[in-house]
Every structure is written in C-alpha cells, then in structure tokens.
C-alpha cells in the first residue's frame, strides 16, 4: 500500500506544521469507505501519538488490499505535545473547538478552555476541511485517560468492537462528562459520522498500546467495512 504525505496539510497555532498521510485511493480512486484516524488532539496524551505512527507503521509495511481508504494525523497538536500540555499553543483544548451546535463558550478549568469561538483554531479548521472533503464513513482518535472505548453512533458499534475485544477494554457512549464542541458532538451527533474514540491507560500504558489496539485496528482495516 502507498501512503502520500501531505508534509504541511495544516499549519498549527505556533506555525508547527501537521502532516497528513492518506493512500491514493482516497482521492484519486473514491468509491471505497474512507476511515479518519488521528493522534496527538491532546498533547499530554502520548499514548495517542504513539498508537497513530504504529498504526502509520503498519500501513508503511502492510502490501494487501484494505477495505478502507485511509488518512492518517500522527499529531493533530505538535505545539502540546512538545510542550508536554493538553491544549495548543492558544491555550485551547481542540477537542472543545470543533464547531458543533452544542459549543459553549463556557469552561471549569484552563485545561478546557474551548477558544475565543467554535472552530477558531487552524488545526480544526484544517480537520474539519478535510472531513468535508472526503467524507469518511468512520473516524477515530487516540488518546489517553481511564481505559475505555468510547463509541458515539450506533453504525460505529462493530468497529468499536473490535477494539474493545483486542484491547480488553470496556465500551461506553460517553466519557461520563459533557464534551460540548467535542469531535464526537460535531461528528456524529451534527453529521452522522460514527466517531470512536480510545482511551489508553494514561498510567504506564504506552508501550503496551498497539499490542492491545493494533489488533482492533488490523481487524477493522482488513475485515471489516
């Protein structure tokens, strides 16, 4: 399989540039289902960045035909992430950005401040354009916290399966708190997109991460569509 590298598909709020891979299928051979993957929204989640470029790895190695047509963003937050922060370098927690109905303006805690306005920084912007561009049928974005498989949108239960079966995690609708302007309010609740989102053990789990989501993750990209 032949990965393309959009080297500076996004520029983030401190002008780190944010690289997408996505194979040729997806543009220049629509028709098959497009599934999103994305690491790194939070950037004190390592966890996420390390299972989206073993994920990348294993796209890199793999040569047998996929179900899916895929892209890929190892690190949607370069600046948190080496900064070692949960928010960008506007201070804005990105998975509080996104431009859902539900978007509030109102925040408990710095660590979730949800920005000046829904969708006013360039890394959701920059997902946001290219969820409307290639319409996946499936998204999904690592992170780190409690362990858990968190599926919004019942279309998504078989791939949230898969993970929840390989990684030993239980599945469940929602994090336990509210999550306005959250990717999983404007992706399925506003455009019907299945939205999964893992949740790593944030304790000691990141070299054990793809052994316990790679499977789900093979499985979802090699059986399942």
Same mark, same amino acid.
């Given at each position: ?37 994305? @690491?790194?929204?939070? =950037?004190? &989640? #390592? *966890? ?8 990348? /790895? ?56 949800? @920005?000046?306005?829904? =969708?006013? &920084? #360039? *890394? ?8 409307? /561009? ?64 893992? *949740? ?26």
């Amino acid at each position: 399989m032949k990965l393309l590298k959009i080297s500076d598909w996004a520029v983030s709020r401190k002008n780190n540039t944010i690289a997408i891979f996505h194979d040729e299928d997806l543009l220049l051979k629509p028709g098959k289902p497009h599934i999103l993957m994305m @690491g790194g929204v939070h =950037g004190d &989640e #390592p *966890e996420g960045v390390h299972l989206a470029e073993q994920t990348l /790895k294993w796209l890199e190695q793999n040569r047998s035909p996929l179900k899916w047509s895929v892209s890929l963003v190892t690190c949607l937050n370069p600046d948190g992430f080496k900064a070692s922060q949960r928010v960008n370098g506007n201070g804005v927690d990105l998975n509080r950005n996104y431009p859902s109905k539900n978007w509030s303006a109102e925040f408990d805690q710095p660590r979730y401040y949800p @920005g000046p306005s829904p =969708g006013s &920084e #360039p *890394e959701i912007q920059a997902v946001v354009a290219w969820v409307k /561009k290639t319409k996946p049928r499936l998204i999904i974005h690592f992170h780190s916290w409690k362990p858990c498989v968190v599926l919004s949108g019942p279309p998504g239960e078989p791939y949230a399966k898969a993970l929840c079966e390989s990684s030993g995690y239980p599945l469940q609708n929602s994090v336990g708190y509210p999550t306005p302007g959250g990717l999983s309010q404007w992706g399925w609740f506003d455009n019907n997109t299945p939205i999964i989102c893992t *949740e790593e053990n944030d304790q000691g789990g990141l070299e054990k991460t793809w052994e316990r989501f790679g499977p789900g993750l093979i499985k979802i990209l090699t059986a399942l569509d």
